[in-house]
């Protein structure tokens, strides 16, 4: 009996995972953005993730992604307030550009978006999930790694904890 027990409990935290409800095991509070590339989601400048001046807010989101859809509005609203303190980076994780561009006129996101098509960027940080959310310090290091959605007053806690370390 209790080898099936354990069985089933492995099953359902496999499930769990692959559904994008496990947490990550790869970049993580602590550390710094990967050395990635990506381009404009607008056709401007790409950006060079790992050298990101902070403090930041990086969000990682998808055309496909429900929870993504409804936070965004918030984190232009909070871009709005507080972005001269931090700087706000969304990175689109498997769109095309026209998908994500057209979807960013829609709810009116004026931060600077990026695309990642291969996904590089979840595979390094370790997770399967969107959104993702990551705020950095003024020196770069990643002080929040929220994953799913995050609200308004949440985001702005997360900003205000980056600014006082």
Do not use: K
């Amino acid at each position: 009996m209790i080898g099936r027990r354990a069985t089933v409990t492995g099953v359902v935290l496999a499930i769990a995972v692959a559904a994008g409800c496990g947490g990550s095991d790869g970049s993580e509070a602590g550390s710094g953005l990967p050395d990635l590339t990506l381009p404009s989601v607008d056709g401007g400048q790409e950006i060079d993730l790992a050298e990101l001046d902070g403090p930041a807010v990086v969000n990682l989101w998808a055309t496909w992604c429900a929870p993504c859809r409804r936070e965004l509005p918030d984190f232009e609203a909070v871009h709005q307030a507080r972005g001269d303190d931090v700087a706000f980076v969304g990175v689109n994780i498997g769109d095309t550009a026209g998908a994500a561009g057209d979807f960013l006129d829609e709810v009116g996101v004026t931060f600077p978006n990026y695309l990642d098509e291969r996904n590089d960027l979840t595979a390094e940080l370790g997770t399967a999930t969107l959104p993702v959310t990551l705020v950095l310090d003024a020196d770069g290091t990643i002080v929040t790694e929220h994953l799913g959605p995050m609200t308004a007053a949440e985001l702005e806690a997360a900003i205000d904890d980056a600014l006082a370390g």
